[in-house]
Antibody
Framework: EELLVQSGAEVKKPGESLKISCKGF????????VGWVRQMPGKGLEWMGI????????RYSPSFQGQVTISADRSISTAYLQWSSLKASDTGMYYC????????????WGQGTLVTVSS | EIVLTQSPGTLSLSPGERATLSCRAS???????LAWYQQKPGQAPRLLIH???SRATGIPDRFSGSGSGTDFTLTISRLEPEDFAVYYC???????????FGQGTKLEIK
């Protein structure tokens, strides 16, 4: 079965760092890209960036460049999204999704990771 | 960056009616790179249409997509109770390779 499984919900304080994960099971991520999408509470979907785990080729939306870091470990079919210093405005649901190539629409989604940043 | 504008923001219809959702791009979009998603409360988005008009695996044929250039449409021919949700269009720029989503259309029961 093709499946993307994300790490669990996080509650953090402003200024803390965080790294969330997205693991592909079976051949889910073989020769595929992984994108990250943010959904702030009650709002729409925002595409953040994309990575090819095979060689770590990474592209960011201008809105998120410098704000987050996307990485991957090909050996364990896992992609990551990390923050070095969280802000309250980073609160939201974060989804990973599979793209067959860098321009294709994401066809398979993880279940989402809820990140809450509050003092 | 290409901006996608969806209309209407909210659409109120009854089961059995036809729904027509619009997605307009700020510049021409390659049809191959235009998709539609459905999202229900508490769930991840689900791919409905890719390549502007191709249904994803397992999507009922009451869902159809059309359009080209800057204007795209998602049509639901006969609404079922489970179709009431939020719908997003999405595209990837052919030169930038950056993806964007529209702001969404909420389809609600009248």
């Amino acid at each position: 079965e093709e499946l993307l499984v994300q790490s669990g919900a996080e509650v953090k304080k402003p200024g803390e760092s965080l790294k969330i994960s997205c693991k592909g099971f079976g051949k889910t991520l073989t020769n595929s890209w992984v994108g990250w999408v943010r959904q702030m509470p009650g709002k729409g979907l925002e595409w953040m960036g994309i990575i090819y785990p095979g060689d770590s080729d990474t592209r960011y939306s201008p809105s998120f460049q410098g704000q987050v870091t996307i990485s991957a470990d090909r050996s364990i079919s896992t992609a990551y999204l990390q923050w070095s210093s969280l802000k309250a405005s980073d609160t939201g649901m974060y989804y990973c999704a599979r793209h067959f190539n860098s321009w294709s629409s994401p066809d398979l989604w993880g279940q989402g990771t809820l990140v809450t940043v509050s003092s | 960056e290409i901006v996608l504008t969806q209309s209407p923001g909210t659409l109120s219809l009854s089961p059995g009616e036809r729904a027509t959702l619009s997605c307009r791009a700020s510049q021409s979009v390659t049809s191959t790179y235009l998709a539609w998603y459905q999202q229900k409360p508490g769930q991840a988005p689900r791919l409905l249409i890719h390549g502007a008009s191709s249904r994803a695996t397992g999507i009922p044929d009451r869902f159809s997509g059309s359009g080209s250039g800057t204007d795209f449409t998602l049509t639901i021919s006969r609404l079922e109770p489970e179709d009431f949700a939020v719908y997003y269009c999405q595209q990837c720029g052919s030169s930038s390779r950056l993806h964007t989503f529209g702001q969404g259309t909420k389809l609600e029961i009248k």
